[in-house]
C-alpha cells in the first residue's frame, strides 16, 4: 500500500532518536562530515512522500549506510522502522516478524531469504488500498 509512512518524523526526530540511543552508552552524538548533509537532504526530499512500505524501508537502509551520526545510524534507521511497523494493526506474531526482518534489512545484515519473507508478508498482510 502506498501511504506517507515517515510523515511523523521529520529530520529533527531523526537527529533526536540518534542522541537517545547514544545517551544511555555514553557515545559520543554528532554529525559525520561526510553524511549528514547528504542524509538530511534524502531524508527531508522523501520522508512526506508517499511510497510502499518496502521503500520506506528501504530508505532507511539506505541512511543508514551513508552514516549521517558518528555512532548508532544502524540503531537510529531501525528504530524508526520497526516504530512505524508496531504501529500498524497486525497481530502480535505477524508485527514481530515484520520488525524483525526489516531491522536486519535496515542494517545491512539481511540475507535474500529474509528480503523476500518481508516482501512475501507485506503481499499478503498489509492493505493494498486505503479504506
Known amino acids: 500500500m502506498k501511504k506517507v509512512w515517515l510523515s511523523e518524523i521529520p529530520w529533527s526526530v531523526v537527529v533526536e532518536t540518534n542522541r537517545l540511543l547514544c545517551a544511555p552508552k555514553g557515545a559520543f552524538h554528532g554529525p559525520t562530515s561526510d553524511g549528514f548533509e547528504t542524509t538530511k537532504q534524502l531524508w527531508n ?28 545510524n544502524g540503531n537510529t534507521f531501525v528504530a524508526i522502522i520497526r516504530t512505524i511497523i ?35 508478508l507485506i503481499d499478503r498482510h498489509i492493505p493494498t488500498r486505503h479504506d
Open 45 to 72: 526530499k522523501r520522508y512526506t512522500s508517499e511510497m510502499e512500505l518496502n521503500q520506506a524501508i528501504q530508505l532507511c537502509r539506505e541512511c543508514h549506510r551513508l552514516a549521517p551520526f558518528c555512532n548508532f
Open 86 to 120: 508496531g504501529n500498524l494493526d497486525l497481530s502480535p506474531d505477524l508485527s514481530v516478524a515484520l520488525r524483525s526482518l526489516a531491522g536486519h534489512i535496515v542494517a545491512g545484515i539481511s540475507t535474500p531469504e529474509e528480503e523476500k519473507q518481508l516482501l512475501e
